[in-house]
């Protein structure tokens, strides 16, 4: 059973902006703190933003002030805003629940390219 899909990945140039987004299973979505995840080649996969059931968002220093995550409960949906993208964000981007006991099956990830 395919839980978690992320799309929306592409190459762009620095600068410019791409919007991602993360279709969950309600299992998953209806419980969890959500999260952006970002594994650049040869790296671990990090957190890059999350946010809770209630709405409350957070991000990492890196992304502060051009990523804006939201979601749609309606629609099981997360959204990652990446606006002024750098070459540093490069990475294939994933979304799944914060808290390990809530995790999905990781999905395949989007890839985002940014050329400087």
């Known amino acids: 059973q395919v839980q978690l899909v992320e799309s929306g990945g592409g190459l762009v140039q620095a600068g410019e902006s791409l919007r991602l987004s993360c279709a969950a299973a309600?299992?998953?979505?209806?419980?969890?703190?959500m999260g952006w995840y970002r594994q650049a080649s040869g790296n671990q996969r990090e957190l890059v933003a999350w946010?809770?059931?209630?709405?409350?968002?957070n991000y990492v220093d890196s992304v502060k002030g051009r990523f804006t995550i939201s979601r749609d409960n309606a629609k099981n949906t997360v959204y990652l805003q990446m606006r002024s993208l750098k070459p540093e964000d490069t990475g294939v981007y994933y979304c799944?629940?914060?808290?390990?006991?809530?995790?999905?099956?990781w999905g395949q990830g989007t890839l985002v390219t940014v050329s400087s």
């Open positions: 799944n629940a914060v808290r390990p006991e809530y995790r999905g099956v």
């Open positions: 309600r299992s998953i979505f209806i419980l969890a703190t």
């Open positions: 946010i809770t059931t209630g709405g409350t968002t």
